[in-house]
């Protein structure tokens, strides 16, 4: 199985992965999970191949998602034997990253979104640039932050995974590596040298690439950040939020208010019940939750106006998380 959007060479010790898919920000299609399924497989089988690095090409992303505009068409025609297709195969792609028998190493050096992260922070090695943006930008578009991140999200520190995967809010790369998304930052002009380094050494080279790290913007916020996210529920996170009084509360609540109320919901309870399980138990849950979401009309309406029309005006089925009946979640997650 290959993809003319997936490069796959082995460069000394190393087994490199190029997402190159430049026009559509390297988001992953399914033919391109499968390809990079098999060449982790390929590689694991090769004993020569000490190390996997993965980077997106093109210059402007490491990997911006997945194929949302087809799964929206799939979950609209009532395909969801291929809706279920697409993620089973993801979220197994994320488990065998985690399961990597050899150093697997993600180079982000660009926009890193939702399925980009599911091919990167369940690595061992997350080297973020200068030039990387982290996002889980799923409550956007009515859909909840999937690809393992109902496992990571709630092991970031304090309450930092629900104000990632509740607001959407970007992280440049230094940042992430505060959050624990990215665990190296390399500056963009040092990466050349570093894959260098890594196809003659091995995993070992990134120790003498590594810059020191520039200070975490969300600094000022992460008691607030904490205060507030780490509520228990999404009225309480609002209501914390009203309480706060400050321009970073308003801007905050501002940008809940423009995401699914539903989708808050659903995100949030997934959220906390990932802080008790294992990482395939998460995948499991977050496929299950995705057949159901991807029939949910906020699902084809926030893909619409975020990704299909780009109109960025979505008309939400509940205009309030005060309107979303409880049954409604609940009954998603029977
Ligand atoms: C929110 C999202 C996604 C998004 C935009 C949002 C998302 C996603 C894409 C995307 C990126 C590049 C493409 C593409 C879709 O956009 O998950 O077709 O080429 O995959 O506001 O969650």
Redesign the pocket.
């Known amino acids: 199985m290959t993809s003319e959007f997936v490069r796959i060479t082995t460069d000394g010790r190393l087994g490199r992965i190029l997402l190159d898919?430049p026009?559509?920000?390297?988001?992953?299609d399914l033919g391109m999970i499968r390809a990079l399924q098999v060449a982790l497989d390929g590689f694991a089988a090769r004993p020569r191949v000490h190390a996997v690095a993965i980077a997106g090409a093109g210059g402007r992303?490491f990997c911006?998602?997945?194929?949302?505009?087809?799964i929206r068409a799939h979950a609209m025609a009532g395909e969801m034997n291929a809706v279920r297709d697409f993620f089973a195969e993801e979220y197994t792609l994320n488990a065998a990253i985690a399961a990597c028998p050899v150093p697997y190493i993600a180079l982000i050096d660009g926009i890193c979104?939702?399925?980009g992260i599911g091919v990167s922070v369940h690595g061992d090695i997350r080297v973020a640039t200068e030039a990387a943006t982290f996002?889980?930008?799923?409550?956007?578009?009515g859909?909840f932050p999937d690809i393992g991140a109902s496992y990571f999200l709630p092991r970031l520190p304090g309450a930092l995974g629900f104000y990632l995967g509740l607001t959407?809010s970007r992280v440049v790369g230094a940042d992430a590596v505060h959050a624990g998304l990215a665990t190296h930052f390399v500056p963009r002009e040092g990466l050349a040298a570093l894959e260098a380094d890594l196809a003659r050494d091995g995993a070992t080279a990134i120790a003498t690439h590594a810059a020191p790290l520039p200070p975490f913007t969300l600094a000022p916020h992460r008691d607030a950040i904490d205060r507030c996210f780490g509520g228990g529920s999404v009225p309480a996170i609002l209501a914390a939020l009203e309480a706060e009084g400050t321009e970073w509360a308003r801007a905050t609540l501002t940008t809940l208010r423009a995401m699914s109320p539903a989708s808050l919901l659903w995100s949030h309870r997934l959220i906390t019940e990932g802080a008790a399980r294992s990482l395939r138990a998460c995948l499991d849950a977050e496929l299950a939750l995705s057949l159901r979401v991807t029939r949910h009309a906020d699902f084809a309406e926030?893909?619409r106006a975020?990704?299909v029309d780009k109109d960025r005006k979505p008309a939400w089925v509940h205009p309030r998380v005060e309107d979303v009946p409880g049954e409604e979640i609940d009954g998603l997650f029977a």
């Open positions: 898919r026009a559509a920000l390297n988001a992953l992303a911006a998602g997945g194929d949302i505009r087809a979104m939702g399925g996002a889980m930008p799923e409550t956007a578009i859909f959407g926030g893909v975020m990704v």
